[in-house]
Nanobody, 119 residues
Framework: QVQLVESGGGLVQPGGSLRLSCAASGIMFSRYDMAWYRQAPGKQRELVAR???????TYADSVKGRFTISRDNAKNTMYLQMNNLKPEDTAVYLC?????????????WGQGIQVTVSS
C-alpha cells in the first residue's frame, strides 16, 4: 500500500523558514518523480517544485530563490526547505509521487499539511 506522509508544517511569521518532509512507503522511491504542490483556499492546486528520479529540479517562479526541493533515496524521503516565507505562501502543501508505467502516468498523493504565514 502506497503511503505519502507530510510533516513539518505549521505557523510561521513572514520572513521565517520551514522544512517540509514527505516520507514515502510502498513504492520504489528512487524510481519516482517527486513533487510538492500547494492549494490555497479558493484557488487551484499549483505545482511548487519537482525533483525527478534523476535529481533535476524545477520550481514555480513564485518560489525560485526561496524554496529548495531535495530527496534522500536512502530514507525514501523528499524535502522542501522554505525560506523567506510570505503570506501568499499560505496553503495546504501536498506531496506527489509519479512515474510512467506502460506508457501511462500514475501518481499518488499525500494527505497534505497546512502552512500558514502570518504575523
Amino acid at each position: 500500500q502506497v503511503q505519502l506522509v507530510e510533516s513539518g508544517g505549521g505557523l510561521v511569521q513572514p520572513g521565517g523558514s520551514l522544512r517540509l518532509s514527505c516520507a514515502a512507503s510502498g513504492i520504489m522511491f528512487s524510481r519516482y518523480d517527486m513533487a510538492w504542490y500547494r492549494q490555497a483556499p479558493g484557488k487551484q492546486r499549483e505545482l511548487v517544485a519537482r525533483i525527478i528520479s534523476g535529481g533535476s529540479t524545477t520550481y514555480a517562479d513564485s518560489v525560485k530563490g526561496r524554496f529548495t526541493i531535495s530527496r534522500d533515496n536512502a530514507k525514501n524521503t523528499m524535502y522542501l526547505q522554505m525560506n523567506n516565507l510570505k503570506p501568499e505562501d499560505t496553503a495546504v502543501y501536498l506531496c506527489n509521487a509519479g512515474r510512467r508505467v506502460s506508457g501511462v502516468w500514475r501518481d499518488q498523493w499525500g494527505q497534505g499539511i497546512q502552512v500558514t504565514v502570518s504575523s
